[in-house]
Each structure stands twice: as structure tokens, then as C-alpha cells.
């Protein structure tokens, strides 16, 4: 499949948010168990946190190439790509959203979903209220 077959489906930056060619991307490549968490209030890190998972290695790694591919033909820039090289935890940071595709084993052991999706109010960490007062 050639760079503009898959960049066909994508519409341009302004029709699809980056948030929906992501989603849209990683589910073209079966993707699994995609998750995505609000991030905002939590982080200033970015707005989104996608996880999702590849049967191996290889589809780890085609599923994070395609993606940042996708995202840039979308109009929506360059990505920062960690962990290519190994392709058990690709990490894609997008700007606005952070993309984890793991290998199944690799995502259990981490489980960022848990620590990410907790509900927790930055103003339960103040002095007084750690403090027990």
C-alpha cells in the first residue's frame, strides 16, 4: 500500500480533528483496545492520552509508522516517535495528544489506563490536606 492510498482516506486538517484521524487511524490498522483519556486539567502535557494495542511487535511498529504518516498528511504536523526500534511500546507524541500502541503483555504489565484515568484533584496534594488537616 503506497503513501497516498493511506492518506486517501484522511481528510485535510480542517475537516477532521486530530483526535478523529488518530482514532481513525490506528482502527484502519486493527488497532485493539482503544481507549482514549481526557487529559485536560490533569497535565499540561497535552489534551489527549490514546492507548491501544498490536498482536506483535511487527504490527506495533506498521500501526505507530502508519500513524504518524496519517497525522502528517492530515495537516496536523510532525510527530515525536519513541521505541520504533524494539516496537514493544511505541510512544507518539502528536502535540495536542499522546499515542501509546503497545504489544498486549507489555500494556497489562504498564496499565497506564489505571494510573491516567483516576480521578484525582490537584488540591488534594496542597501541604494542609497531605498533612491531615
Given amino acids: 500500500m503506497s503513501e497516498d492510498d493511506v492518506s486517501s482516506s484522511i481528510e485535510p486538517h480542517s475537516r477532521n480533528t486530530l483526535l478523529e484521524v488518530i482514532i481513525n487511524s490506528l482502527e484502519d490498522d486493527k488497532a485493539e483496545e482503544i481507549i482514549s483519556i481526557d487529559l485536560k486539567g490533569k497535565t499540561s502535557i497535552a489534551d489527549s492520552m490514546i492507548i491501544a494495542s498490536g498482536r506483535s511487535t511487527r504490527q506495533v511498529a506498521a500501526i505507530a509508522d502508519h500513524l504518524v504518516m496519517n497525522i502528517k498528511k492530515s495537516g496536523h504536523g510532525h510527530s515525536k516517535v519513541e521505541g520504533l526500534e524494539k ?17 498486549p503483555e507489555v500494556r497489562s504489565f504498564y496499565n497506564l489506563e489505571k494510573m491516567w484515568s483516576l480521578d484525582v484533584n490537584p488540591d488534594d496534594f496542597t501541604p494542609d490536606k497531605l498533612a491531615g488537616g
Fill in 87 to 103: 516496537a514493544d511500546w511505541v510512544l507518539v507524541d502528536a502535540g495536542d495528544a499522546i499515542i501509546h500502541i503497545f504489544r
